[in-house]
């Protein structure tokens, strides 16, 4: 292993026993393996997945049946290199995509790496996540970040990434008028992007007005459908991005997409939709799921650069490590939060 710094032996972690049961624990700084990098965790999102994990100890299959600590949308810099990486990464600001795949398998070798089976996603039980300090990953998944984005930035490249994942699969292209439901962090960057690959309009539907304006924010029309139901908005979407994960919203929000429209569906909620089957088949529309994101962060990292996308507006709140509890349940304080970053060096 190759170190330029003083590493410490031990570190802090937030990790979570069960249901509401999250403590603050000294663990072990990991050894980078071969072809892996240690980084010093620097900012680290909070994701809807952590705060329903930390709720109700599982996400449907995924169970939490041992200590886990939470946390997969993660930036910071490299401090120490494993046996077969370049001893120049260390000292790189880098954001972390947070799974890896075995490398081998029918989809990772068909560039689906994302659907690899073997996956080792952060924070899914039972991978740890990056609510700590120190963190070791596969040098390929620690992405080199230019000095022009804050850490924060950095981090959300993880969220963005998902946005830019879904645009890719409804094959969103200069023309299209977009539909997208739900503002919450997910919406709001698939607004951003969806303008970025060439959308010429795009509508956010939400029922929160605070997470409306921050839409309208990013030029993006909005509708409340608390006060104006959907179908009376007089908008034939050629792309629907579903990111409410309500069932009954998918189901209303696919019965006004336009003849060959795609749909994508990203917001995780029920385990079933009512699927408008008489307008899939007489529209002949596409509908498909999305699950995480391949081949995405150079994209990702591009879009921030270049001002198209703003990931700055979406931090509503800052913690550090030992208040990590706080941050997965400010939502449930403040109507106004959208996502809460925390600082593990804090």
Not at 6 to 28: D, F, K, N, Y
Not at 140 to 153: C, G, M, N, W
Not at 255 to 277: F, H, K, N, S, Y
Not at 321 to 341: G, I, M, N
Request: aromatic share 4%; proline share 7%.
């Amino acid at each position: 292993m190759t170190v330029t710094s003083a590493i410490p032996a031990t570190m802090r972690a937030a990790v979570l026993h069960g249901p509401e049961q999250l403590r603050i624990e000294e663990r072990p700084v990991p050894t980078p393996g071969p072809g892996e990098v240690l980084v010093r965790v620097e900012a680290v999102g909070t994701c809807g997945s952590d705060v329903h994990y930390y709720r109700h100890g599982r996400i449907g299959d995924f169970v939490v049946r041992a200590p886990l600590v939470l946390g997969h949308e993660a930036a910071g810099t490299v401090v120490a290199a494993g046996p077969g990486v370049e001893a120049e990464r260390i000292g790189r600001r880098v954001s972390i995509e947070p799974g890896t795949p075995c490398g081998s398998c029918a989809e990772c070798r068909a560039g689906r790496y994302n659907l690899c089976p073997d996956m080792r996603f952060l924070a899914t039980p039972p991978i740890d996540g990056a609510f700590c300090a120190y963190l070791a990953v596969h040098q390929d998944f620690a992405h080199e970040v230019p000095d022009s984005l804050t850490i924060e930035e950095a981090a959300l490249l993880e969220p963005l990434s998902v946005a830019v994942w879904a645009c890719r699969k409804a094959r969103v292209a200069p023309g299209d008028r977009v539909l997208i439901t739900g503002a919450g962090p997910i919406g709001l960057v698939a607004a951003q992007t969806a303008q970025a690959f060439g959308a010429r309009e795009v509508l956010v539907t939400d029922v929160v007005p605070h997470r409306l304006a921050l839409a309208r924010t990013t030029g993006a029309t909005v509708l409340d459908v608390s006060e104006v139901p959907l179908s009376q908005a007089e908008f034939t979407p050629t792309v629907l991005l579903e990111c409410s994960g309500v069932p009954a919203v998918s189901g209303e929000a696919i019965r006004t997409v336009g003849r060959a429209g795609r749909v994508v569906l990203i917001g995780m909620g029920g385990d079933e939709v009512p699927l408008p089957v008489s307008r899939v088949q007489h529209h002949e529309l596409e509908v498909t799921g999305t699950f995480r994101y391949a081949h995405t962060w150079p994209t990702a990292i591009a879009l921030v650069q270049s001002g198209a996308v703003r990931l700055d507006s979406l931090v509503s709140h800052s913690y550090g490590l030992a208040e990590a509890e706080d941050a997965l349940t400010v939502a449930t304080r403040d109507a106004t939060a959208v996502k809460a970053v925390i600082h593990p060096q804090r």
